[in-house]
């Protein structure tokens, strides 16, 4: 997500600021950032002084690619030996049978064309091999639209069929590819081709489902809630699944009462980005208050079974969540980590009561594990400045989960998590993006993109795992749980503050070893464990200078062994880079390029869609388009040696 929902998304205001954190003698003179020495106590040893993972999987380099310089312009850059192309962009028709309406580059495809074509703003994504062949499904998120390049003539006479193109623009698109030599190509017609937008029928799963706060005049039972919006990172679950997490859905619902504490913690507000509630009274809050509790959900959709319901899971916890991330417990349970990307909000982890199942008899195993997710006890972090952590429950009755502060039973707990967690005392943290679980030793990392309030007046002050204020750069964060991943405490580190370790200013100074970027996103270990680092910085924020020296947006490979960060591909004017995945050989990577040429400022001017950027397609008079990458080796080698 680059558009610039975080600034505006500033809703806890509650008063659990760790405050012996804050004052802990052992901290005090780190956090003091008056003095250069004490700067860069705390810039080095918070790597080197905590327990750092050891990686068994080590051996020998396992980055040796040369990386490349910055970037600035228009085009997309990859290493000496590697080839790039576009694959499966906005408006491509998916390849439903039978319906695939080709894409018009003046933006007068239909709502009903864009509903069978790839969707708008690509973000997180999965391979699934399919049996024999070189193929398999690439699935996807879309995460928001941009109405000025989406409609002839953007935004100007904003109509009903408008709002209905742009609702088919969003969600998830199940694509089947197949390579040859190569090359991949979408297989077009596939029976495995499917979006889910923001009208799809999905079912409640888990405590809300029939939950009273769930319950509105169409769907009076609470149990199916017709879409799934702002989709931005994704998980792939051992039974075969894909997770999305519904981030930034209060921009989508306009009409708030302002006397209405539950909306105002959840930055519900007045008006909407998306102006839907102008032609569809669902995302009018005045009319169905309570249509908001029914987003902000991980989904779950199975992609190898075209006909399956997808399914909110409502045990996992409501959140602005970026997405979902699962590993596995000894005894086979599955631990969900997730986060949500708001300023000062937290990091969760749920813990099955089931174990998982395998296939049996007819049933696939994800059919076989349609449940799994219903079930279990939601946790959220708390990071102390010891480099020790909890994760605290989120169970109605236990503490201060009660009717009497406003907790009427657990779906009401899962619905106002936020509120829940504010109660609780968890670490208010600087956006929390992606997470990835390193597979050879258990520890779990998660980028914490940026927040520029942190430390402002009436904003939370540094703590230990947050320690910059106006911290414009952003830090990846790690921790290991104790025992399993179900442990109930943790040890945590930074791998690393982004910045450049010249800056002069504190909040830009870094400890990167290696190439330097800024405000960290996407994030994902490959098979031979390298931890991938994609970049989402906002064009206002190069435009203000403060990331002058990062270029574009880019991606980067991490040794986690020696910290080396090492520029692999830098993208198009105004993107972001977001989304990757491998084909299971790891000689083809695939990720996304989203929104190119975005600008804060001047992105609805319909008279120039290709004023800032015109990739992929570079055709004249043309609109720039998010699109999937296809990464190989020129010599067929895996990626990243
Ligand atoms: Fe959708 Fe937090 O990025
Ligand atoms: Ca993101
Ligand atoms: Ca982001």
């Not at 973000?123 to 002839?152: I, K």
């Not at 910045?499 to 002069?504: L, R, S």
Request: hydrophobic letters at 35%; aromatic letters at 8%; proline letters at 6%.
């Amino acid at each position: 997500m680059a558009k610039d929902f975080s600034a505006m998304e500033d809703s806890n205001t509650s008063s659990n600021p760790s405050i012996h954190e804050v004052s802990h003698p052992a901290r005090r003179t780190l956090l003091g950032w008056g003095a250069g020495a004490a700067a860069s106590a705390l810039l080095a040893p918070l790597l080197a002084a905590c327990a750092s993972p050891s990686n068994s999987a080590s051996s020998g380099p396992r980055i040796s690619f040369k990386p490349i310089p910055i970037d600035t312009t228009d085009r997309l850059v990859v290493p000496e030996g590697y080839v790039a192309s576009a694959l499966a962009a906005w408006g491509e028709p998916i390849g439903v049978p039978g319906n695939m309406p080709s894409f018009k580059m003046d933006g007068s495809n239909s709502a009903a064309d864009q509903s069978v074509q790839m969707g708008m703003h690509h973000d997180g994504l999965h391979f699934y091999a399919l049996p024999g062949a070189r193929s398999g499904l690439l699935v996807m998120n879309h995460e928001y639209t941009d109405d000025g390049l989406l409609h002839v003539g953007g935004m100007d006479n904003w109509s009903a069929d408008k709002v209905r193109k742009a609702q088919a623009a969003h969600g998830i698109s199940v694509i089947e590819v197949q390579q040859s030599g190569d090359s991949w190509s979408m297989v077009r017609p596939s029976r495995l081709a499917r979006r889910f937008t923001a009208s799809t029928p999905f079912a409640i799963g888990g405590p809300c489902r029939g939950h009273a706060m769930m319950r509105t005049a169409d769907d009076p039972r609470g149990e199916t809630i017709l879409g799934t919006l702002n989709n931005c990172a994704s998980g792939k679950t051992p039974w075969g699944t894909y997770l999305s997490g519904e981030e930034n859905f209060a921009f989508y619902f306009s009409n708030t009462d302002d006397s209405n504490a539950h909306q105002k913690r959840w930055g519900l507000r007045k008006d909407s980005w998306t102006r839907w509630a102008e032609h569809d009274a669902r995302f009018d809050i005045s009319k169905t208050p309570n249509e908001p509790n029914r987003f902000g959900w991980v989904v779950e959709v199975d992609p190898m079974d075209p006909t399956s319901t997808p399914i909110k899971r409502t045990a996992l916890g409501r959140a602005a969540h970026e997405g979902a991330w699962v590993a596995v417990t000894k005894d086979q349970r599955a631990v969900v980590y997730s986060g949500e990307d708001a300023r000062n909000e937290y990091i969760y982890k749920f813990v099955s009561r089931d174990a998982i199942k395998p296939a049996s008899g007819t049933l696939t195993q994800a059919q076989a594990n349609r449940e799994l997710l219903d079930h279990g006890t939601l946790y959220v972090a708390k990071f102390n400045a010891d480099g020790s952590g909890q994760w605290l429950p989120l169970v109605h009755g236990q503490g201060p989960l009660t009717a009497a502060n406003g907790f009427a039973d657990q779906g009401e707990v899962l619905i106002k998590a936020r509120q829940a967690s504010d109660l609780l005392g968890a670490t208010k943290m600087d956006r929390p993006e992606w997470l990835a679980i390193d597979p050879s030793n258990g520890w779990v990392y998660c980028t914490l993109t940026n927040n520029s309030s942190r430390g402002q007046p009436g904003q939370p002050a540094v703590d230990a795992a947050n320690p910059r204020a106006n911290n414009v750069m952003g830090q990846i964060i790690r921790w290991k749980d104790t025992g399993d991943f179900d442990g109930a405490t943790m040890q945590w580190n930074h791998l690393v503050l982004a910045g450049d370790p010249a800056a002069q200013r504190l909040e830009a100074k870094g400890n990167i070893k290696g190439d330097l970027f800024a405000c960290a996103d996407g994030l994902a270990f490959d098979a031979r464990g390298t931890l991938w680092v994609q970049t989402d910085m906002h064009a206002s924020q190069m435009y203000k200078g403060e990331l002058v020296n990062m270029g574009s947006n880019q991606m980067l490979a991490c040794d986690t062994a020696t910290g080396e960060m090492r520029r692999f591909l830098t993208g198009p004017v105004n993107c972001e880079i977001t989304g990757v995945t491998w084909s299971p050989d790891g000689r083809t990577m695939f990720i996304n390029i989203q929104h190119p040429g975005e600008n804060a400022s001047d992105r609805s001017d319909p008279k120039d869609p290709a004023k800032f950027s015109n990739w992929p397609d570079y055709a004249p008079g043309g609109r720039p388009r998010s699109s999937t990458v296809v990464i190989r080796k020129k010599d067929g080698g895996v990626i990243g040696t």
